[in-house]
């Protein structure tokens, strides 16, 4: 019964959360009608959920989280079409079952990457035309940027690249406009957008690909950020830089970590978490929202990756880094849905 976060930023951007499905029920999914006017799949719309085997595509989880933002008038962020990550290997298997990666002969070479391309855009298409009506900005391409450069132009080695080369990109771009709504926006997504090399990598390839008239509409920056990284002033050049490209952006995947990198020292159980660290942690919201709104003529989405405290990735993370032990505690809601510091200060 606490003011809607949405209603909050309703003249500036859409407000959005990650979600698995099972989350469309019972708390959350009235939290999710309360405060959010967007949606997106935690994990069900990546490619190893939707297309477990060539040809067998299964929708039935994705549907789920389509029809809940159908009725209840939330936009929808599609994510996301092409990843190196939770994608099947099927794809990178040539007809005899090698890998595409490991074969040398240059005519076999252009083969497996005419196969590859070809799956690609069958992906692509199955999926565009089934929620071409109801996906409003679709993550094209996720994390086509390398953190350590193994290349001039800094792009992830990943199958996909060895195999096309940025060919992949264009493709699926290209495959995406043709089949979705006319008004539905095309993103390629990144994390660390704020921070060079990648930065500046991102905006090459993202300038040659527009010179080369490939349909980018916008900029994902996925926002897996921390209390103290990075500063304000990098996060808002970066939005500035890309949206000098004539670009859209989103925040597609905000979530505000207590620790640095490592995680580390993880904090056992969300109430061993000293006070002191969600106030500085509300301070970084408070900061924050001031920036995306003070940029809200070049931000037209913010979603957060998860919605309360119980359920985040980052506790993955920090207990892979910890022998599995860890609590992270990144949003605006306490693990049983009370608002924290930070809802307060988002909403001031
Ligand atoms: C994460 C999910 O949150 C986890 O549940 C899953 O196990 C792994 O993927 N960048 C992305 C997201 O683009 O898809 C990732 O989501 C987090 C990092």
């Known amino acids: 019964n606490v003011d809607p976060i949405d209603e909050r930023y309703e003249d500036s951007f859409t407000i959005g959360a990650a979600v698995e499905p099972y989350q469309l029920e019972g708390k959350t999914a009235k939290i999710l009608k309360h405060h959010y006017n967007s949606i997106v799949a935690e994990n069900v719309m990546k490619p190893i959920n939707i297309q477990p085997e060539e040809g067998k595509f299964n929708f039935e989880e994705a549907d789920k989280i389509v029809k809940f933002a159908k009725e209840n008038d939330m936009d929808l962020r ?34 497996n990457k005419r196969l ?22 679709w993550d094209v391409v ?10 001039e132009k800094g792009l992830r080695e990943s199958p996909w690249y060895q195999v096309t080369g940025t060919d992949y990109i264009k493709v699926a771009f290209e495959t995406a406009r043709k089949y979705a709504g006319k008004d539905a926006k095309l ?32 900029v994902g920056h996925q926002s897996h950020i921390q209390i103290g990284w990075p500063s304000i002033q990098e996060i808002e050049d970066s939005i500035n830089l890309f949206a000098s490209l004539g670009l859209d952006n989103q925040i597609t995947e905000l979530d505000v970590s207590l620790y640095g990198w490592p995680p580390r020292p993880a904090y056992e159980t969300y109430e061993t978490i000293p006070e002191e660290k969600l106030q500085a942690q509300a301070e970084r919201y408070d900061a924050l ?3 995306y709104e003070k ?39 306490d693990p049983d849905y009370k608002v924290k510091p930070a809802y307060w200060s988002i909403m001031d």
């Open 78 to 111: 599609f994510h996301t079409l092409v990843w190196h990550s939770q994608v099947p290997q099927w794809f990178f298997l040539d007809k005899e079952g090698n890998p595409m990666v490991d074969e040398t002969d240059p005519k076999k070479r252009e083969k």
């Open 116 to 137: 590859l391309l070809k799956r690609l855009e069958t992906h692509v298409k199955t999926i565009v035309k089934r929620y071409k009506d109801d996906v409003d900005s």
């Open 142 to 151: 996720n994390e086509v940027i390398d953190d350590s450069p193994q290349n």
């Open 187 to 218: 993103y390629i997504n990144d994390y660390n957008t704020e921070v060079e090399p990648k930065r500046t990598y991102l905006y090459n390839l993202v300038k040659d690909l527009l010179e080369q008239g490939v349909p980018i509409d916008g």
């Open 289 to 291: 929202f001031a920036l």
């Open 295 to 333: 940029l809200d003529n070049k931000i037209s989405n913010v979603t957060f990756w998860g919605i309360a405290d119980n359920h985040t990735w980052l506790d993955g993370r920090a207990q892979q880094y910890n022998n599995g032990v860890g609590k992270d505690a990144p949003f605006v809601f």
